[in-house]
C-alpha cells in the first residue's frame, strides 16, 4: 500500500515541485485538514479507493496507470469516454483544454521539440473566428449533436468555449519552436467541407463570404510563415512539404526528460499516449523519415516550385 501511496504523491509532485503544494494540493482536493493531507503524503495513512480516483480526475492521469504495474511493457491511451459526452460541448472544449495543458507544460520546460504532421488545419487553435465558429460547427455535426438542418448561423459558442479557444491561440503563438509537416490537402479539406456545407444551405450565402474571407486571411498567415520562418511573436517555424499525403493529423512532443503523441485518428478527440518512449519513439522516426523525404519550404524558393502551392490562392479566390 505504501508503494501505492508513493506512486501517487510522486505524480503529484511531478505537477507541484515542491512538498509544500504538495500537501496543499491534497488537502484542497479532498477537502480534508491539512494534516489529514500530510499523513497521506507521508504514507502514514493510505489513500482510499475514492480519493485515488478524485486525485486523478483532477491531474489528468489515469488510475491504471498507477496500479497498472510497469509501464514500460505497456501503453496508457488517455481518452474520455462518457465524461465529455454528457453535453453537446463537453468533448470539443475538453479537446481545447488538453491542448492547453499541453501547451503550458511546453512554455515551462527548457527545452523542447515539437513535430507535428498535418493534413488538416486544426482550426481551434488559429486566430480567425469564423473558422473557429466552423469548427464548432463540424463538430456538432459530426457527434451527431444538432438536428438535422441546423444552420450555421444558428450556432451560438458558449462562452466558456470561446474563452478557451482564445487562450489557446495566446499559447500557441508563444510556442518557440515548431516543426511542421504539411500535405496538398492542408487547405483542400476546410474548402471541401465548407462547400459541402454551403451546398447543402446549411451555411448562407453571406456566411460563407465571411468564412472565405477567413480563409484568405489564414492563407496570408501562412504565406508570412513560409518567407520569414516566424510569426508575429517570433517564434520559429520550420515547415516541410510532403508530396506524399498524410493520413491523419499526429503531434509529437518532447519537453525536458518527457515525450508525448497525439494521433488524430479521429475528428472529434486525438488519442493521447504519454510517457511511452518505445512509441513515441516509433512515431519520432517516422515523422523524421517524413522529413527526409519531404521538401523544407520556409525561408527557401522551393515553394515555388510546387505546383500545389501555387493552386491554393486560386481555389480559395474561386471558393464559390
Known amino acids: 500500500m505504501k508503494d501505492l501511496n508513493k506512486k501517487i504523491v510522486d505524480k503529484i509532485t511531478e505537477r507541484l515541485v515542491t512538498d509544500k503544494k504538495s500537501v496543499n494540493y491534497i488537502r484542497d482536493v479532498l477537502c480534508i485538514s491539512k494534516e ?6 507521508k504514507s502514514q495513512i493510505p489513500f482510499s479507493f475514492d480519493e485515488i480516483a478524485t486525485i486523478a480526475t483532477a491531474l489528468g492521469f489515469s488510475v491504471d496507470e498507477i496500479i497498472g504495474g510497469d509501464q514500460r511493457n505497456r501503453t496508457v491511451l488517455d481518452i474520455p469516454v462518457d465524461k465529455g459526452l454528457q453535453s453537446p460541448f463537453g468533448l470539443f472544449a475538453n479537446k481545447i483544454k488538453q491542448e492547453i495543458g499541453i501547451m503550458n507544460d511546453l512554455l515551462d520546460s527548457k527545452n523542447t521539440n515539437v513535430i507535428a504532421a498535418i493534413n488538416r488545419v486544426p482550426l481551434y487553435l488559429m486566430p480567425f473566428k469564423e473558422l473557429f465558429k466552423f469548427e464548432y460547427f463540424n ?28 487562450k489557446s491561440v495566446e499559447l500557441m503563438s508563444r510556442l518557440p519552436k ?5 500535405d496538398n490537402l492542408f487547405f483542400s479539406k476546410i474548402i471541401n467541407e465548407i462547400s459541402y456545407y454551403h451546398d447543402l444551405k446549411f451555411i448562407s450565402d453571406d456566411d460563407f463570404r465571411l468564412l472565405q474571407g ?33 493520413n491523419f493529423n499526429c503531434v509529437y512532443y518532447e519537453y525536458d526528460d518527457k515525450n508525448m503523441l497525439q494521433l488524430y485518428l479521429y475528428p472529434e478527440y486525438p488519442i493521447l499516449i ?15 523519415s517524413v522529413i527526409r523525404n519531404s521538401t523544407l519550404i520556409t525561408k527557401s524558393s522551393d515553394i515555388l516550385k510546387i505546383e500545389a502551392f501555387r493552386d491554393i490562392y486560386r481555389k480559395i479566390k474561386e471558393f464559390q
Open 36 to 41: 489529514s493531507a500530510y499523513r497521506r503524503y
Open 139 to 166: 463538430y456538432l455535426y459530426s457527434a451527431g449533436q444538432v438536428p438535422l438542418m441546423t444552420q450555421f448561423s444558428d450556432i451560438v459558442i458558449p462562452a466558456e468555449i470561446e474563452k478557451l479557444h482564445e
Open 178 to 182: 515548431l516543426t511542421i509537416i504539411v
Open 214 to 246: 477567413d480563409i484568405l486571411k489564414f492563407y496570408d498567415m501562412c504565406e508570412t510563415l513560409l518567407r520569414t520562418g516566424k510569426n508575429n511573436s517570433g517564434a520559429n517555424y520550420s515547415i516541410y512539404y510532403s508530396f506524399l499525403l498524410l
Open 274 to 288: 504519454n510517457d511511452n518512449p518505445m512509441v513515441s519513439n516509433i512515431q519520432k522516426r517516422w515523422l523524421e
